[in-house]
């Protein structure tokens, strides 16, 4: 199976922050890769997929980059309601496989 | 409205049987793949299962393989999940999930599962 590691597992951010989330594949996965936010009590919620593509309805604050085992999220200036755990998703084969999750909390 | 909607879980002891339904509507259910994914408490995103649109073609994550079994109705636009021989590591929210290329664009808002006696 692949394994996704995702860092920083927790990060403590102020408003208006720029936010960066790494997620390592244990093997090339080419830019299969989806980015999912989850609020508490919540489902997870498209962001990203194909690396770099943003879902639909989806704020262009959010950008994601990279390819073959390197990956990044990036929220380009954190806003109050982008508190939440982001988990990285690899689609490259099955099982498909997700990061352990960064939650991203008020400083 | 484009939706998911879950339902089924509950508590149930160790040995035991449940069947997880998730009715789709505001879309072509018969169109897509989908899958179910878990997520124990505390814990991250962990897949579980999928099925093709026709049903013909199933995967199993190694640690239900055997004991769950996904199915569809596409006349019903409805998933299944039926579980059986449950465990304590079973315990989890599940919720079913439209794919588009094995990503995940519509989840729906999970069911709760309880193994304990």
């Known amino acids: 199976d692949i394994q996704m590691t995702q860092s920083p597992s927790t990060l403590s951010v102020s408003v208006g922050d720029r936010v960066t989330i790494t997620c390592r594949a244990s093997?090339?996965?080419?830019?299969?890769v989806a980015w999912y936010q989850q609020k508490p009590g919540k489902a997870p919620k498209l962001l990203i997929y194909r690396a770099s593509t943003l879902q639909s309805g989806v704020p262009s604050r959010f950008s994601g980059s990279g390819s073959g085992t390197e990956f990044t999220l990036t929220i380009s200036s954190l806003q109050p309601d982008d508190f939440a755990t982001y988990y990285c998703?690899?689609?490259?084969?099955?099982?498909?496989?997700f990061g352990g999750g960064t939650q991203v909390e008020i400083k | 409205e484009v939706q998911l909607v879950e339902s089924g879980g509950g508590l149930v002891q160790p040995g035991g049987s449940l069947r997880l339904s998730c009715a789709a509507s505001?879309?072509?259910?018969?169109?897509?793949?989908m899958h179910w994914v878990r997520q124990a408490p505390g814990k991250g995103l962990v897949w579980v299962s999928r099925i093709q649109t026709d049903g013909s073609t199933t995967t199993y994550a190694d640690s239900v393989r055997g004991r769950f079994t996904i199915s569809r109705d596409n006349a019903k636009n409805t998933l299944y999940l039926q579980m059986n021989s449950l465990r304590a590591e079973d315990t989890a929210v599940y919720f079913c999930?439209?794919?588009?290329?094995?990503?995940?664009?519509?989840w729906g808002q999970g069911t709760v599962v309880t193994v304990s006696s």
């Open positions: 999930a439209r794919a588009v290329s094995d990503y995940f664009d519509l």
């Open positions: 093997q090339s996965i080419s830019a299969w």
């Open positions: 998703q690899q689609c490259h084969s099955y099982p498909v496989t």
């Open positions: 505001g879309f072509t259910f018969s169109s897509h793949w």
